[in-house]
């Protein structure tokens, strides 16, 4: 899985965060997204899928690999 | 549920989208209907009061996802065509175009439409409504050095609309009922803050309630208020709240009060499920029923609505009790709030410093913490949320 983030279209609601603590983490200065690990290990993806589908602001995308 | 073999998703707009996504990754293989009044695939509404409106954005932006993502849910995808009618017995929804649509379960995700004064009930020219991709285009094309706008309502799309606007060389006045501006949202302090921000970019905020739509051969000219004074305008934005979109519902039988009256798992009776602005739902600490009107909800209801419609009347069931999030850019602050810092009457900044532009801020009423607010603060804020979750008890352990 490859993950990409679009740190424009995010809206910093943190929500990924939440979801996966391993994968995303927020700027502190306006909560934007920062991705952690690109391409985060099988037992992370479930997570993962959890974090993209609840991004308010779809900042979050996911590729097969 | 064994007999579940058609879904109609009602509204293909963010809460439609997520409800579809959810209802296809929780394993549902039947056929899956997205029914949307507008012509463009599911986009985002609140870049067109920023980066659309100023222009910084071109429509294609705003799409949710991309025509791959789409063609991966194996949606009956009708566009363009509003539902019409919700016949349960036949099972049936009817389009405007005369179609019907078959279904065993519907997710109600029709959203709001703006509501507007009196005297522009009609399409009057210079007289904008901001909820549409068609809006928000409409209301750009109007808008550059010199014109006269006037916003009307001091919620945070007309916040966000003046800001925008002033940003773009408009004289903006912006007519608020409130002593402070968005204060009924984000609480009097943060408010306060950004009031003084729009007064320094520029805006004049004039405090009264407007009674109807002025017009001068056959356009919007400005506003008569409440007093019988009148503000005169070249053109006029109407942010002044908007109303469920569920008349379609009318003699369904579905219980209808200010939107669709759910009960804690966003059921609305016998197959009939809601998500989104147009859900009402009750406030798990207060009991009552209540709609919210955010972004991050339409998303996280219509996850929990696609989930617990699966789960059917005997399966696992999640009651939805979100921690209301909200977010908005004013001259380039992002302000932040969990639950509902609107309400509090207590206030305490725990990080940083409101002069400084950046602070978090924790919010409580009635010896709780109901809500956190904050500016580039996003760390201190994310552990606040943990307290506006837990209802913990005021004085928070953070001040």
């Known amino acids: 899985m490859l993950v990409r983030i679009d740190q424009e279209k995010c809206c910093g609601a943190g929500h990924c965060v939440l979801a996966a603590p391993d994968v995303f983490d927020q700027r502190d200065e306006d909560g934007i997204v920062v991705l952690l690990d690109a391409e985060p290990p099988a037992e992370l993806h479930q997570a993962v899928q959890d974090a993209a589908a609840v991004c308010p602001a779809a900042a979050i995308s996911l590729e097969r690999v | 549920m064994t007999a579940l073999r058609d879904v109609a998703v009602v509204g293909a707009g963010a809460a439609g989208l997520h409800a579809a996504e959810a209802l296809r990754r929780a394993g549902y293989d039947g056929r899956l209907a997205l029914i949307g009044a507008e012509d463009e695939p599911p986009y985002d509404r609140p870049p067109l009061s920023k980066h659309l409106l100023g222009g910084e954005w071109q429509p294609d932006r705003l799409a949710l996802r991309g025509p791959q993502a789409l063609e991966e849910l194996r949606l009956d995808l009708r566009l363009g065509v509003p539902a019409e009618r919700l016949d349960r017995r036949e099972r049936t929804v009817r389009l405007a175009d005369g179609h019907r649509v078959r279904c065993d379960a519907v997710i109600v995700a029709t959203g709001v439409r703006p509501r507007r004064l009196p005297g522009a009930d009609g399409p009057v020219p210079g007289a904008h409504v901001l909820r549409t991709l068609g809006d928000a285009l409409a209301l750009r094309e109007e808008l550059r050095a010199g014109t006269r706008l006037l916003v009307v309502g001091g919620g945070l799309l007309g916040a966000e609309a003046a800001a925008t606007a002033v940003g773009l060389g408009a004289e903006v006045t912006w007519l608020a009922s409130a002593a402070v501006p968005q204060a009924a949202v984000l609480g009097t302090e943060t408010a306060a803050l950004l009031a003084g921000l729009h007064r320094e970019h520029g805006v004049r905020i004039h405090r009264g309630t407007a009674a109807a739509l002025l017009r001068r051969h056959g356009r919007a000219a400005g506003v008569r208020l409440t007093d019988g004074s009148e503000l005169a305008a070249d053109t006029v934005l109407m942010a002044i709240g908007s109303e469920p979109a569920t008349e379609w519902l009318a003699d369904s039988g579905v219980p209808l009060d200010d939107g669709v009256v759910c009960d804690a798992y966003c059921a609305a009776g016998p197959g009939v499920w809601a998500a989104g602005d147009a ?121």
């Open chain 2, 279 to 399: 859900a009402s739902w009750p406030d798990p600490s207060t009991g009552r029923h209540h709609r919210l009107e955010q972004r991050t909800n339409a998303t996280e209801q219509a996850v929990h609505a696609a989930r617990n419609l699966l789960a059917g009347p005997d399966g696992v069931r999640q009651a939805y009790q979100p921690v209301p999030y909200l977010w908005t850019d004013q001259y380039g602050l992002r302000v932040q709030a969990f639950g509902r810092p609107g309400d509090a009457d207590r206030f305490e900044v725990v990080d940083g410093s409101l002069a400084d532009h950046r602070f978090a801020a924790v919010c409580g009423r009635a010896g709780l913490v109901t809500g956190a607010v904050g500016i580039a603060s996003a760390r201190a804020l994310r552990h606040l949320r943990a307290q506006v979750a837990a209802h913990s008890a005021w004085p928070s352990e953070a001040s």
